[in-house]
């Protein structure tokens, strides 16, 4: 077989960037000639995170299940004893009003990319006995109408917890000015094979869980995510067009 190739790269190469190879054959004895481009991701900004029965990815960026570009899609979904995936999206918002909200999840043309990557995601020394721990930081300074917030972002997976991953967003203001009424949760547009149309969504409010059902499965699976902190609890399910992913629709939502 032919020997392999290397390159080196610049270390002032910024995360999330995509290097195009391109790749020209030629063959001198039949005169063939021909172009390939392969694409990679240089330092991509999201990590996959599995626990024991449940894997998916989480970006920098606060996105989980998958990581987009204007031209590629990163990730397996959120896949749970290796069936199907279940999430089509899910991300992370934090707004005061309808017009001052921060979100990098869908739109109505495409997708708000609101967060800027302070820090790239990236494991870290494990704590409280986790057997996977990994955190980013990330402002919302790419909004129109920027709250001014820094948030950290920690990912966790336990080994007694074999279905489940955890994640915990500390906010942080570094102008210093109060902030009263402010909402933050996570977005989760959730696909359950085999008929995403006939998913039902529940939500207690006594337990602080939202989850989602296909109720006809044989193998009944719930995908949901549960409030484990003490902030007041606040949960909104909205049927397959019922919904408009502008600013003014997600806070309603979120508050």
Known sequence: SAPGFSFVLND???????????????DEESGYVDVEYVKAL???PFLPVKASQLETIVSAQANWGYYSTVDDRFGDGFVFRSQQNALAEGGF???????????????????DR???????????????????????????????????????????????????????YTLSNPNGEKEDSLFAGLFADWDISPSFGQNSA???????????????????????????????????????????????????ALS
């Open 12 to 26: 002032s190469i910024s995360g999330s960037q995509t290097l195009v190879l391109k790749l020209s054959y030629t």
């Open 42 to 44: 240089i330092n991509p």
């Open 93 to 111: 918002l934090v707004g005061k009003s309808a017009t001052s909200l921060s979100d990098n999840i869908r739109n109505i043309n495409f997708r």
């Open 114 to 168: 609101d967060f800027n990557i302070l820090q790239n995601i990236s494991e870290q020394n494990q704590e409280n006995l986790a057997s996977f721990q990994a955190s980013s930081l990330f402002s919302d300074s790419l909004a129109n109408f920027p709250l001014g917030l820094n948030v950290k972002q920690t990912v966790y997976t336990f080994p007694e917890l074999p279905s489940s991953i955890l994640l915990a």
């Open 202 to 252: 529940i939500i207690d409010s006594s337990q602080k869980v939202a989850f989602t059902q296909y109720p006809a499965s044989n193998v009944f699976s719930n995908y949901g995510i549960s409030l484990l902190s003490e902030q007041d609890f606040h949960a909104f399910n909205a049927a397959i067009g019922e919904f408009s992913f502008n600013k003014a629709g997600k806070f309603q």
